[in-house]
């Protein structure tokens, strides 16, 4: 996303897809957060923004955005709290005249996604526990996901099975002709008559040759 639209976005404080804090002080709530755009319980198919250095109302907090920041916020997304690990990108952003650290995050193909065990989702411009009924929706999504591509798969290794045994038969009716075609010997220099039959084959007018 450009830096036009992300500014729109920042200054939207009722916006689903976008949260702001002022400081990484508290990691877990970012964790959670971005436990919450994986899941994407609204079924949008978009990704969520994790503003860093911007205050609730949009404008900047005056955050230095530092290479250890960054890093930091990179290391969330393998540091084994937020399983199965999330799709996102960790950038610097200059704006509304301020340097920023921007997470987009992508919704999860195999849903739920939990942080510390517990599957977060967005609830309007919030977000909160999953309960019962929303886990089990999460993991039908889950499971439609798998059986789509479970189903592929299977597709794919079956024509490369077909293809696999068409080849084999032609090599076999290849072989099979080589095998019992007529084997011709060069007559010798005598005049007396010569014949040759193919090794391999079965007796027979046929695999009997004279000159």
């Not at 992300?6 to 002080?25: A, G, H, I, T, V």
């Not at 250095?53 to 930091?72: C, F, M, N, Q, R």
Request: charged share 25%.
């Amino acid at each position: 996303m450009d830096n036009p639209a992300l500014e729109s976005l920042l200054r939207d404080p009722e916006s689903p897809s976008s949260e702001r804090k002022q400081s990484f002080s508290d990691a877990d709530r970012v964790c959670q957060a971005i436990c919450a755009y994986s899941n994407d319980m609204t079924g949008s198919k978009q990704p969520g923004y994790i503003f860093i250095g911007a205050k609730d109302d949009g404008s900047p907090s005056g955050l230095p955005i530092t290479d250890k920041l960054l890093l930091d916020l990179i290391a969330l997304r393998s540091d084994g709290r937020i399983l199965p690990q999330p799709r996102m990108v960790v950038e610097k952003r200059t704006l509304l005249g301020a340097e920023m650290a921007v997470i987009e995050v992508f919704p999860a193909d195999l849903p739920p996604v939990r942080f510390k065990g517990v599957v977060w989702i967005g609830v309007g411009p919030r977000r909160d526990r999953a309960n019962e009924a929303e886990e089990r929706a999460l993991s039908e999504r889950g499971l439609v996901f798998r059986g789509g591509h479970g189903m592929r798969d299977h597709a794919t290794k079956r024509a490369t099975t077909i293809s696999r045994w068409i080849s084999s038969r032609h090599i076999v009716r290849t072989l099979w002709r080589v095998r019992w075609s007529t084997k011709i010997i060069e007559p010798s220099t005598n005049n007396l008559p010569r014949c040759a039959s193919s090794i391999d084959g079965p007796p027979g007018p046929r695999m009997r040759v004279c000159f």
